[in-house]
């Protein structure tokens, strides 16, 4: 029937596949073989076409004008010389030749790619741990709910504010460094818990574990009850349950939630800034570096450099789930 | 009721753990901001006061807090209208598959895990090519809008993909146009997630770095106020300030979710009385 559906309104590939079911009826009415409403189905594809980007066109515009454009500027500029003064179009690779032969390159983007596969292993347990408790130890709805906007509260407030707020913690006296030597675990206040990569680690799950948290519960939240009954009745234990039905169960929610973790570390530069007192790099503060040096050119080159390695990645993780079908 | 398994005790100690760990530091420094006017960044408490708020609303040296506030408020309101009305249309774009719409998802997706830099880099790249001044509320709202419209369409998304189709049938067999359709039935039962919708528009806009760092202009919006003090955070004044935006973003969820709860609470006996 879907195949029927796919040929009568052929208006291109992206019409194509699971149609909206609302147009099946004409759809299947056609397929019995009544040419005029077959036209009719066509001339509905269109319609709906048209009305799609109509509706669609604010978004279109906005996504145009403010992410498309300044993409193509960025990839533009990366190609053009920078003097003393200004900034002069070009078609050079310099910029590239520069970027790609030093070695402060390479190293700072080991450096990213280390914070980045750091953070997602601990947001990954993190979070899974804690969408996994909401999902099938809490009980009620209601209760669920709760402990769900409680997770979800803090990614509504400040970023800049929630990294200032580990000051009193993480400080040379602060209160981790007060405890511990009261503890008389250490006599003298340890130096690497603020201001170092650390800090910035912790800084980063603080952040971003609600982005494993969410995608993850909403995958968990789908798995049909009766495949945990049978695994059960089958004599499997917990954790042979956990393993085996929901582990792989719960892939497209993992996927979801590392497509946001890395791409968010990857980009990031103000989390490393701060949290390091401007002692670790990564590629982002070499980006705002240049900006700040006004070096646009550099900067824009050392961007779709970092554009094309988080597309990448992402490319190789979209392989593995249809986000559209989760949501 | 099943008696609990051991593993339940473990979990829930590890999601206390967890919440501490997510509201600890911001207690924290709701704490320390009440500290003496001797008081220092880090515990002991040197007397309790509120001399850190007074300072916050009289010093001007340090910058133009309250402006700054206005500011944010204002491009607050104007992601939030722009982010709801442009969501909630993409969203009844989307329910049904037409040409093109999987590369407008993807779009949309890839604006959403672009490096925020990249969007603040390329839009003041541009307004500076075409020879226009960056502002908060032109280039400020559209390197903002990248970042909502994402959130508030994947919202949109998720509604559709629960929604009941049978009542805009209903509604059609009794003869209902479709904008009455969408106008009385789907806009109504979609409203608490319309709220949701903004509330991530208001909240996402409010907080923003990275995308408005470059496309600001000459006037800052709060964070980027806050983000300019943190360069010398010597005094509690800081805390003062983060404590002061923190309780104001909870009291717009607060709002926010009091509101759709009103709302689902008036539907149910609505729907009791209509029996």
């Known amino acids: 029937m879907e195949r029927v559906h796919r040929g009568l309104t052929g208006a291109g590939p992206g019409t194509a596949g699971a149609a909206a079911p609302a147009a099946m009826p004409e759809g299947q009415a056609a397929g019995r073989g009544h040419p005029r409403s077959a036209r009719a189905a066509r001339g509905r594809g269109t319609v709906d076409t048209l009305q799609g980007w109509a509706l669609a066109s604010p978004l279109v515009i906005v996504l145009l004008a403010f992410l498309v454009l300044p993409i193509v500027m960025i990839v533009a500029v990366s190609f053009w010389q920078a003097t003393e003064f200004a900034i002069v179009p070009a078609f050079s690779f310099e910029n590239y030749a520069f970027l790609l032969t030093s070695s402060v390159t390479w190293r700072v983007f080991g450096a990213t790619l280390q914070f980045a596969l750091i953070t997602w292993t601990l947001t990954l347990l993190i979070g899974f741990t804690v969408a996994y408790y909401l999902a099938f130890h809490i009980r009620t709805t209601a209760m669920q709910t709760i402990l769900f906007l409680v997770c979800t509260v803090p990614f509504l407030t400040s970023n800049i504010i929630r990294m200032i707020s580990w000051i009193p913690f993480l400080g040379r006296n602060g209160i981790a460094n007060q405890t511990l030597i009261e503890l008389g675990i250490i006599d003298q206040p340890l130096e690497w818990l603020l201001y170092s990569d650390f800090s910035v680690v912790l800084a980063f799950v603080h952040l971003y574990t609600l982005f494993m948290i969410v995608p993850i519960f909403n995958t968990m939240s789908r798995i049909d009850r009766s495949l945990i009954e049978a695994a059960r009745d089958n004599g499997a234990s917990g954790w042979q349950i956990l393993t085996n039905v929901i582990i792989p169960l719960s892939k497209p929610g993992i996927m979801i939630g590392t497509i946001f973790v890395l791409t968010l570390v990857m980009g990031d530069f103000i989390t490393v800034r701060f949290m390091s007192g401007s002692q670790s790099a990564n590629v982002g503060r070499l980006i705002s570096n240049d900006i700040a040096l006004l070096q646009y050119p550099s900067a824009s080159a050392t961007s779709v450099v970092l554009l094309v390695t988080v597309l990448l990645i992402i490319g190789v993780l979209m392989r593995f789930v249809n986000i559209r079908k989760e949501l | ?275």
């Open chain 2, 1 to 275: 009721m099943e008696p609990r398994p051991r593993s339940f005790y473990l979990l829930t100690a590890f999601f206390v753990l967890f919440v501490v760990f997510l509201y600890g530091p911001t207690i924290t420094i709701g704490i320390l901001s009440f500290q003496g006017p001797q008081g220092g960044l880090t515990f002991p408490m040197r007397g309790v006061s509120t001399y850190w708020f007074h300072n916050l609303f009289q010093q001007q040296a340090v910058g133009d807090i309250w402006g700054a506030f206005r500011r944010s408020f204002a491009l607050g309101l104007m992601v939030m209208v722009a982010t709801v009305v442009i969501s909630v249309m993409a969203g009844l774009a989307f329910r049904k598959r037409f040409f093109g719409s999987g590369a407008l998802f993807y779009l949309t997706i890839a604006s959403l895990v672009i490096p925020s830099i990249l969007i603040s880099l390329g839009v003041g790249l541009i307004f500076n090519q075409i020879g226009a001044r960056v502002h908060w509320s032109t280039s400020g709202l559209g390197a903002q809008l990248t970042w909502t419209l994402p959130f508030g369409l994947l919202i949109m998304f998720a509604v559709f993909n629960r929604f009941d189709k049978r009542f805009e049938e209903a509604a059609r067999d009794q003869g209902a146009t479709p904008w009455q359709t969408i106008r009385h039935v789907v806009l109504p039962i979609i409203a608490p997630s319309i709220l949701g919708v903004a509330l991530f528009g208001f909240s996402l806009s409010y907080d923003e770095f990275a995308r408005t760092l470059l496309t600001a202009g000459s006037y800052n919006t709060l964070p980027l106020e806050i983000f300019g003090m943190t360069t010398n955070v010597t005094r509690p004044v800081i805390y003062a300030l983060g404590t002061l935006t923190t309780v104001f973003s909870f009291l717009i969820i607060a709002g926010f979710l009091g509101t759709a709860w009103l709302l689902r609470k008036r539907r149910e006996m609505a729907a009791r009385r209509a029996g």
